[in-house]
């Protein structure tokens, strides 16, 4: 059975009118910037994605990949493509599986906004977390290497790789929460009870902090490029909300699949997982707890009732780039919509937690 996002979501398309800019402008930054770069380039937009908008850049010998700011009103602190471009470079440079950057370009007269490059990595990526075109053991050995890969990020030390400076020390959820809520209050287009009410509820029951580590923020499957033959992650992407925090935050937020029906995308509830090979949610966190030397995942509710308020408020703020005219991908008035459910199933894991 062929998995039907592949084809929605996969792949590259012509790039939309919007998000055009000056291709030979990025062919001389190139050519100027990247060792061995030789043209002709042509450009084409992939289709997946909802922030920055990402393209595929081909010439004879190489492909690359570009990502960039989109144009138009931007909230603030979103769209950082140069903190995607830093991150990277440090995990590259300590081994850890991502594309190789090549350039940041923070000068928006070449294309219009700030971008960076990084080399195009071939492999697989899936869609649909059910994996339909899979076998049980190769479903299970892919969700291994997910947590696996996750758990390899949380175990670096941010120091010692050049990434201390990456984000701020202490009081990491209390942040978080307050920064999403402004993120929602900045995009809001109606009142939602729930969200208010998350909103209230959340900073009473922050967890304590835990060691600061570097935090992706959206470590799900279609972020991960997977070795074309085996299940073993070849790069992970899309590092535009990473920072230092709690490592609690990315494999909590990588859990919430387990409680998202399976009739949503990025949900596998309702599945049967053991008849699939997916393991159990309690089998991933034994594997994650045992790669990174946890004892248990404390205050998990209160994570879970979390995860689901953010990923509510980036649907809330892909919404509010709807209505503004500049989202990036035709599958965003989609993802708004899913405020309203995301938001009641936060506040059914917050009255688990004692709301």
Request: hydrophobic share 40%; glycine share 8%.
């Amino acid at each position: 059975m062929t998995d039907p996002s592949a084809s929605a979501f996969s792949g590259s398309k012509p790039v939309d009118e919007r998000l055009r800019f000056d291709e030979p402008a990025l062919e001389r930054w190139m050519a100027a910037t990247i060792p061995d770069f030789a043209g002709p380039m042509s450009a084409q937009q992939f289709k997946g994605g909802q922030s920055n908008p990402t393209y595929l850049i081909t010439t004879p010998g190489r492909d690359y990949v570009l990502r960039r700011k989109p144009p138009g009103v931007l909230l603030p602190s979103a769209h950082a493509v140069d903190r995607e471009f830093k991150v990277i470079s440090a995990l590259h440079a300590a081994g850890y599986p991502v594309a190789r950057p090549w350039g940041l370009c923070e000068d928006p007269d070449v294309i219009g906004t700030a971008f960076y490059v990084m080399d195009r990595v071939e492999g697989r990526i899936l869609w649909n977390l059910g994996l339909p075109d899979q076998s049980p053991d190769e479903r299970r050995a892919i969700y291994e290497a997910q947590v696996d890969a996750l758990a390899d990020l949380h175990k670096l030390d941010p120091d010692r790789i050049g990434l201390s400076d990456y984000g701020k020390a202490g009081n990491y959820f209390a942040r978080q929460v307050g920064r999403w809520t402004k993120q929602y209050r900045a995009s809001e287009t109606e009142s939602i009870p729930a969200m208010d009410r998350l909103i209230d509820w959340l900073p009473q029951g922050l967890p304590p902090d835990g060691p600061a580590r570097i935090v992706h923020g959206d470590f799900r499957l279609d972020n991960l490029i997977l070795d074309p033959d085996r299940a073993e992650v070849r790069a992970v992407l899309d590092w535009e909300l990473s920072t230092l925090g709690d490592p609690l935050a990315d494999i909590s937020y990588f859990l919430i699949a387990w409680v998202i029906p399976s009739s949503e995308r990025n949900g596998l509830a309702g599945l049967d997982l053991p008849a699939l090979g997916i393991p159990s949610m309690d089998e991933i966190i034994a594997r994650y707890c045992a790669r990174t030397g946890r004892e248990g995942l404390p205050q998990l509710d209160w994570l879970l009732s979390y995860n689901l308020f953010r990923l509510a408020a980036i649907c809330q703020g892909i919404g509010g780039r709807v209505r503004d005219g500049t989202a990036a991908s035709p599958h965003a008035a989609a993802m708004a919509a899913r405020v309203k459910p995301l938001s009641a199933g936060a506040w059914h894991f917050a009255e688990r937690a004692g709301a």
